[in-house]
């Protein structure tokens, strides 16, 4: 019996020695449950996970995902993340020159389709003007209109007369080569159809993650705006005339007002981005300007950028710059080449790439080289000056 009356006094002792109301040891304060993880997807997680290349010991068997095909294995391209092979000529856009560095195919890199632009976001997209404000500082008033109106008309018929007379005094066994001028863009009358228009470039530009400008840049690190006088190219560079210099800064006043020239940026699954027509274009319109980085070409030797403008061959090779729209770029930077080793390819061309000096400095425009139709595409030559490039597998 003495081991139980033992035991029961060292429990009396034990309850007597703490309170009644004391909770057990760790349930001091109620603490609120977390709250249940949500785990990922395996989707999600292989989406943001890192990739490794690994070397197969036999590559073979590998054939193009496009045309299912694996016959020229040295335009074959690799992906460094699903390992698939793909033809650089079936690629869209083609792939002219082989990648530096790791390359991801189209299923792999992972670009996002972006969303239509509002009115707001293409105003402050593009940077536009108010219309109601150019007008106030013009002094804009319908009566002002018809005086000017008026005036114009009078200087069309004092120049007709003018005309006339020369034509009177030129002798018949000499006849003189007319200069064609340049004319500026007609843009849509519908500001619905305009904004449209801008949009599908804003979209454009985004996917391609460029950002809009109107001007050549000139970034530290690359060629200064010193290095682009016109006087460095071998041979001369032609002069834009005073008229047509007034036409492209009416062109580009017109642009900054939100009237941007009748063209739409589209998706192609062949072509990838392409401009068409959004209106008739006339022979001899300015279409736009070649806009981008200014560097030298000798630091873009080996860069895979395939739309790369040459903008001065100068005498001085280290001397000659090139356009770079990478990074910034208008939408002659989604106009495509032509094929010009074919007729067919070479009939599809209908605007061409000129280089101006533009008040001492290289300029380079894309000038429409006959009458353009409405949802027709816009194709230029790429081989315009040193017929390097190769195009053979141009659409």
């Not at 560095?101 to 593009?126: A, Y």
């Not at 500001?191 to 000139?218: C, H, I, N, V, W």
Request: net charge positive; proline share 6%.
């Amino acid at each position: 019996m003495a081991p139980a009356t033992s035991s029961s006094a060292e429990a009396r002792r034990f309850v007597g020695s703490r309170r009644r109301t004391e909770a057990p040891r760790g349930m001091h304060s109620p603490s609120p449950s977390p709250p249940p993880k949500k785990l990922k997807s395996m989707a999600e997680i292989l989406a943001k996970a890192r990739y490794a290349v690994v070397d197969r010991g036999d590559y073979s068997d590998v054939i193009c995902e496009q045309c299912r095909c694996g016959e020229s294995p040295d335009e074959l391209l690799l992906c460094d993340k699903c390992d698939k092979g793909f033809h650089m000529k079936c690629l869209r856009p083609i792939v002219a020159r082989i990648p530096i560095g790791s390359w991801l195919c189209p299923n792999c890199s992972g670009q996002r389709r972006v969303r239509s632009f509002s009115q707001r976001k293409i105003i402050d997209f593009f940077k536009i003007q108010k219309c109601k404000e150019a007008k106030e500082r013009c002094g804009w008033s319908h009566q002002g209109f018809i005086q000017q109106f008026n005036c114009v008309c009078s200087h069309i018929a004092w120049k007709t007369r003018a005309d006339a007379r020369r034509r009177r005094r030129r002798s018949a066994l000499v006849l003189q080569k007319k200069r064609r001028k340049l004319l500026p863009f007609i843009p849509s009358e519908d500001p619905a159809q305009r904004l449209k228009q801008m949009g599908t470039l804003a979209s454009a530009l985004t996917a391609m993650q460029l950002e809009f400008s109107d001007d050549l840049t000139y970034m530290p690190g690359m060629a200064p705006r010193s290095a682009n006088q016109a006087k460095f190219e071998n041979g001369g560079m032609q002069i834009l005339s005073k008229e047509d210099t007034e036409t492209l800064e009416q062109c580009r006043a017109m642009c900054k007002r939100g009237k941007c020239p009748p063209l739409v940026v589209v998706y192609d699954s062949c072509e990838g981005f392409t401009v068409e027509a959004d209106g008739p274009i006339k022979d001899m319109t300015f279409i736009a300007e070649y806009i981008g980085d200014v560097d030298f070409l000798k630091n873009r030797e080996h860069d895979d950028c395939d739309s790369m403008m040459t903008l001065l061959l100068a005498t001085d090779p280290s001397k000659s710059l090139v356009i770079c729209p990478d990074k910034r770029g208008n939408i002659a930077r989604f106009i495509n080449g032509i094929n010009n080793h074919t007729p067919e390819g070479k009939r599809k061309r209908n605007c061409k790439c000129v280089r101006y000096s533009v008040n001492g400095e290289c300029r380079v425009f894309l000038v429409a080289t006959r009458d353009i139709a409405q949802g027709e595409r816009l194709y230029y030559d790429y081989n315009g000056y040193e017929h390097e490039y190769p195009t053979h597998h141009f659409v």
